[in-house]
Structures are given as C-alpha cells and as structure tokens.
C-alpha cells in the first residue's frame, strides 16, 4: 500500500546515496531512537533525561547522544553488494534527512491545537516517521532476521499456496488479491533474488521494503488525532505502540491493519493517535491522569528494555511490568510459525484492559 511522498521516492533516496558517497566521515554510532526525539523529554542546563532498565529497574540520568544506539547498526555492507551502488550508510543518511525535517513537524505540533489533524501534508509526513520508527528498532531487525532465517528452513511457496492465508498476507500487505490470479500473485512475491545473502543487509533491505511500501501506506490512511496530557508522558525504544479493540488478545498482537489505535508519544504532553476507520472520536481530547497513567503503562510494556522520560519524574519506577516471555524460534514446525511475532509482556500474565476505551468502546 504505497503512498505518493518526497521521502520515500527514489530520487530521494539516491539523493542520500550521493550525499553518502561524498561523505568521508564514517558515522559509527548508530541511534535507534532518534536523538532529536528523545531531547523533547529532556530538561535543565544539560539537557539530560531520564532512563529506566525495566529488567533491573535501575534509572539515572543521561543525554540523548549516550542511549538508544549501537555501533553501525545501519551500515550495509555484504559479499554481494556494490559499495559504489549502494553506499554502506546510505539509509544512516537519508533516516538523518528525515529526522531533521521531522524535528519542524514535531514542533509545529506543539503549537497546533488537539483534535484531528486535517493536513494531508502533515498526515502523509508522520505517516512516514512513525512508519520507519516501526521497522528501525532492535526489535524489528530480530523480527527480519527471523524471516529471513524462515526463508531458508521452510518452503516459502508452499507456505504462501493457501486459500486462505494468502488472501490474509495480500491485505497485510497491501495487495489486491483475486483468485483468478492466486499463483500469478505467488510468483510475484517470490520474484527477484534477496537483497543479499549477508544477514544483517538483508534485514536491512527488508526494513526498508517493509517501511516504504507497506506500513507507511497504512499508516496514510488512517485518520490522524493530536491528544494532550496535564500529567507526564514517557516513551520508550519501541515508541510505535498498537492498542487493540476491547476483547482483542493481547497474543497475538494486534497489527498495523488490525489495531484501534496506533499510539506515539511525542514529547511529556502531547500524544499521536493515528485511528483505524471505523474509530470516531469525540472530545475532550485530554487525557485523565487515569487515562495517562494506562498510556504510560502500555508504552512501557511496548518497550524491549528502556523507557526514557523527563529527568524530575520517576514514572517508570512506580510500575511493575512482567517480563518479555522466553521464546525461542529455532522450535517452529512451519513458516507462519516461524515469522510470527513474539509474545509480548502481557501475553502470559493478567492484562490490563487496553487503553483508551472510552473511544474504542463506542466505536
């Protein structure tokens, strides 16, 4: 489901290879989360924030450009690949570019009043923010490492030629599918050789497929809300959070088709909410210290290992989450087995009731 948008064009992106190209300096340190995100939760003289270890609970207090990283975590590079084509930190690039415009969306919105977001320019922007905080987190490189470890143990083929999961896949994919056109789709899909037959690129260049042109076209249709909060919000590294329908399970969880909501923090007080279509909104578009005391707990345990919020609060700190179940893929006796996504904090434990349902409820 692909979408008409500057940043995703090829153009674009060969405009961030050529940059590359022509940069001698090599970016070692890769984030995650974007430094200039994560300075909306900073504060005092040293601009530093908050963050928590959910797994030990320890907290200190740090500046953005010491957390949320790891070292070439972007770079592209494989026996197979031509540097000359594709520049090793080429997407390191361009994910610079669109940051730096993102930083201008994210403060116009501090101005903007709550309710629903009309711009269809603003809507398509953060279509393509969220959607690539989505798919540039550990937890979706794991997530393409194991499709790709998928690829090679079980018959792809096989597992596609099915009357009903391929319809399934085509809607998650944002395909047409008609059964006239059943194995022409299947070729299709399968058609042209993997990125590359280095792992860490191939997830790479997965990421990159997904993000452009599948989860920021769902992410363009669905409407758009701006909610705000007098009490704080916090974020953590998997900020792009999916809330469910009341009575939807926690496991598996909801996807970017499924979900009520798809909620993202953008700074202590204000909160994105980007709604399925057959969700209506009303007013207030205020949260309720309850309400933000469920958000903040959802986004928490969202969260792989870190939540980061504002250095004076210590919201983390007065919860208690269960940790991620053990999950070990190695043991699944099929392909959808295979790629489905792990359990989350809930899955094994007494779940809250999903967040928000004085929207979802009536909907």
């Known amino acids: 489901m692909a979408i008409v948008n500057k940043w995703l ?31 909306r939760w900073t504060a005092g003289p040293e601009r530093q924030l908050r963050f928590t270890e959910l797994a030990t609970g320890h907290s200190d207090l740090d500046v953005p450009e010491a957390i949320a990283n790891d070292e070439f975590f972007y770079q592209i590079v ?20 669109i940051e730096d415009a993102a930083a201008r969306w994210l403060r116009s919105l501090d101005d903007r009043a709550v309710g629903k977001i009309t711009d269809p320019n603003m809507v398509g922007n953060l279509a393509v923010f969220v959607g690539l905080q989505s798919q540039r987190t550990p937890r979706a490189r794991a ?52 990125f590359s037959s280095d792992a860490k690129a191939d997830a790479i260049g997965t990421a990159i497929g997904v ?18 909060s007098d009490d704080p919000l916090l974020t953590c590294d998997e900020p792009v959070v999916l809330i ?7 496991h598996p969880a909801p996807s970017f088709s499924t ?31 309850e309400e933000t005391r469920a958000v903040n707990l959802e986004i928490a345990s969202n969260a792989l290992e870190f939540t980061y919020e504002e250095p004076d609060t210590d919201i983390a700190a007065h919860m208690t989450l269960p940790p991620l179940p053990p999950f ?6 099929s392909f959808w087995e295979a790629v489905l996504p792990p359990p989350g904090r809930w899955a094994r434990a007494d779940a809250p009731a999903w967040p928000l349902q004085r929207w979802t409820a009536a909907s």
Not at 78 to 97: K, V, Y
């Open 211 to 228: 993000w452009r042109n599948h989860i920021t076209g769902y992410l363009a249709q669905r409407t758009w809300w701006l909610v705000t």
């Open 9 to 39: 064009s090829d153009a674009e992106i060969e405009r961030s290879k050529e940059l590359t190209r022509n940069n001698s300096q090599r970016t070692r340190i890769h984030h995650f989360v974007p430094q200039m995100y994560l300075r």
């Open 259 to 289: 979900a009520a909501f798809v909620l993202f923090p953008i700074g202590p007080h204000r909160l994105l909410l980007a709604t399925h279509e057959k969700l209506r909104m009303q007013t207030p578009f205020a949260l309720t210290p």
């Open 328 to 333: 070990d893929r190695s043991t699944a006796s």
């Open 244 to 250: 469910g329908w009341p009575g939807q399970p926690r």
């Open 143 to 194: 997530a393409n490492f194991d499709i790709t470890a998928a690829r090679g143990r079980f018959d792809v083929r096989e597992a596609l030629d099915h009357p009903v999961i391929l319809p399934i896949v085509c809607a998650a994919l944002g395909r047409d599918y008609t059964p006239a056109r059943h194995y022409e789709i299947i070729d299709e899909m399968l058609a042209g050789p993997d």
């Open 78 to 97: 494989g026996s197979d690949i031509d540097p000359a084509q594709e520049p090793d930190l080429w997407f390191e690039t361009h994910m610079g570019r």
